[in-house]
């Protein structure tokens, strides 16, 4: 028997003494304090001499029967001893278990009000700030979340967090979640997939036939919260009917104050059929871009990957899994992932050959970078180098100009504002630039020809 299991027996032990002792003797009783348990004599200790004397004299009997009742022991008997100094001690001690039992069973109880709340919630434990690595790319969305998180609805409303996938959505969406959940546990977070959220529209729709009452039930259930977190509303294309619920939650939502998230893998206008009342309350709020991270930062997401799981690996594997890949963090991950477990079934090191040898990653794939593209569009329009970049306004050159703003945003993924920044305009000017083109490529074959041969020629560059 262990401390903690003998101070749990005695207790039990205890309190039997206590139901069945008559009340004259209970502060002798509680007096006592368990110093052992060994081959069925239990050692109590008292500071006080009455105490030992009255209850040997009167009651040994029926407490060495309660013992052996519990203990399940015939021959178990109680031994009382008298020893003041040694029974202040043992009550310390046992004051110090019951406490760091109290502690731990708060703890367990904490932990599990974080599990329920995380599974109502639909929270992934792994998505928290702590394990999202900052980079250029993503360090203004990450501190917009961080920011929503600590102060929900304040500066904020709504949070529009926007990028291709696999760049972090997602977990930043959810971070926001998990912070709020572990420091601000009165609040209530919803996490919603936006393609849960049309599915459980339309079956409530068709249950009810659009009920009011149960179309309230429906609102409450998206309204009730603080924080609600709608991940990727691209998928809300079209579904008119759901638009228009959607816009409603939303209202109920901001007017009483309470934070939205949303994120998207494109701009709200660039989804399909979206009304205008709804993509219009969508950038009412802010408006952050996820973009490919650099190398630098993509090699610290694999070496935060490999700390987080005990991996050892050697640091030129890391880098070569970095460098090539590029454009989506999932893959990255992937790519991780596909080395480690080849490396732990074959029972070997991950160096930088294995990873080659799992990988096998085309070398030498040159990044296309502003420059070419520009120097390749210039060729085509046979404009000088400069112009494309330049303030000339001539219909010709601007469109040179807005072509090769779309394709550097296809071929590099880079921001608006870093497309903006090295052809000297807005970001709000390239994003539109981005849109006309990507718009009329449907509709006119000479751009849709000029956009094909130029990325034809960077290819071979
Ligand atoms: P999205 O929602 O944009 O498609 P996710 O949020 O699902 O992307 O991210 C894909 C994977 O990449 C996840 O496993 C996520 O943890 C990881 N990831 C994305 N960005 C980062 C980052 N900055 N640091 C660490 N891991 C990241
Ligand atoms: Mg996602």
């Known amino acids: 028997m262990n401390n903690i299991e003998l101070n749990r027996f005695w207790e039990k032990v205890k309190e039997e003494l206590v139901g069945s002792l008559p009340e004259s003797v209970h502060p002798w009783l509680y007096s006592l304090e368990v110093s052992g348990y060994d081959k069925g004599v239990l050692t109590v200790v008292t500071g006080q001499t009455m105490a030992k004397e009255w209850l040997r004299k009167n009651h040994s009997k029926q407490m060495n029967q309660i013992l052996q009742k519990i203990s399940n022991n015939n021959e178990a008997r109680i031994h009382i001893i008298y020893d003041e100094n040694a029974a202040k001690k043992i009550k310390k001690e ?3 278990i019951h406490k760091k039992e109290l502690e731990a069973q708060l703890k367990e109880q904490a932990m599990e009000n974080l599990s329920c709340m995380q599974s109502s919630a639909n929270l992934n434990l792994k998505y928290k700030f702590e394990n999202f690595v900052v980079g250029d790319n993503n360090k203004f969305a990450h501190d917009a979340a961080l920011a929503v998180a600590k102060q929900p609805a304040a500066k904020f409303n709504p949070l529009f967090i926007y990028g291709n996938a696999g760049l972090g959505k997602t977990h930043l969406m959810q971070a926001i979640g998990h912070y709020t959940i572990f420091n601000n546990p009165k609040l209530r977070v919803k996490y919603t997939k936006t393609d849960d959220y049309i599915s459980d529209f339309i079956s409530n729709s068709r249950k009810t036939n659009d009920s009011i009452e149960n179309m309230a039930k429906f609102n409450k259930k998206y309204t009730n919260i603080d924080i609600i977190l709608i991940d990727d509303i691209q998928l809300i294309e079209s579904k008119e009917k759901t638009m228009t619920r959607m816009q409603q939650t939303f209202d109920t939502l ?5 934070q939205i998230v949303i994120t998207s893998d494109r701009l709200p206008e660039e989804i399909p059929k979206i009304t205008d009342a709804l993509a219009s309350r969508f950038k009412r709020g802010l408006m952050v871009e996820l973009t490919p991270p650099d190398f630098e930062t ?9 700390k987080n799981n005990d991996i050892n690996a050697e640091l030129s594997a890391l880098e070569y ?14 790519a991780f992932t596909k080395v480690c477990a080849y490396a732990e079934f074959n029972n070997k090191p991950i160096t930088l050959e294995l990873a080659k040898e799992i990988l096998k990653c085309k070398e030498n794939e040159k990044q296309i970078t502003f420059e070419n593209i520009t120097g390749v569009t210039s060729k085509y329009f046979e404009l000088e180098s400069g112009d494309i970049i330049g303030t000339t306004r001539s219909q010709k050159i601007s469109l040179a100009r807005q072509i090769a703003i779309y394709i550097c945003r296809e071929l590099t993924n880079q921001s608006f504002e870093l497309i903006g920044e090295y052809f000297n305009r807005k970001h709000t000017t390239t994003m539109y630039a981005y849109e006309q083109i990507r718009n009329k490529i449907n509709t006119k074959t000479e751009i849709a020809n000029a956009v094909r041969e130029i990325k034809q020629a960077l290819k071979v560059i």
């Open 94 to 96: 046992a004051e110090k």
């Open 254 to 258: 901001y007017e009483k104050g309470k």
């Open 298 to 306: 993509r090699l610290e997401i694999t070496k935060k990957l490999a």
């Open 321 to 334: 899994i970095a460098k090539h890949f590029q454009k989506n963090i999932r893959e990255l991950e992937g």
